[in-house]
């Protein structure tokens, strides 16, 4: 009778150890794939973040490229408008200094 005791001990310690095995088995393939899915979120995220990185350098790229043309044209627009008003300013020089000595020899 002890043996028999003793067996179905043994043998309810066998499934115990089985239950603790198959116990630590589960946990260890849901840190698995815990640890899985976490590496994938975080690659995910890190693509996301880097591609509006890039959009975000893109925009500012485009924007002063648009500030930079702006620039230019108001460069050109101040260059030639200081061109008209050296081209007036001669002219006025000119007429004075014409009339100046036009004034000195009498004719006026």
């Not at 150890?17 to 899915?37: G, H, M, P, Y």
């Not at 590496?39 to 930079?68: D, F, G, P, V």
């Amino acid at each position: 009778m002890a043996t028999h005791i003793l067996d179905e001990i043994f043998t309810y310690e066998g499934q115990a150890q089985a239950i603790v095995d198959d116990a630590k088995k589960s946990v260890q393939e849901q840190l698995n794939q815990a640890r899985l899915i976490g590496e994938r979120e975080y690659s995910e995220a890190l693509a996301l973040m880097r591609k509006n990185r890039e959009q975000e350098i893109e925009k500012a790229q485009l924007e002063s490229n648009e500030i930079i043309k702006s620039f230019e044209k108001s460069i050109m627009e101040t260059s030639i408008t200081a061109e008209q008003n050296l081209l007036k300013a001669t002219d006025v020089a000119h007429t004075m200094a014409s009339l100046i000595l036009r004034s000195e020899l009498g004719e006026l």
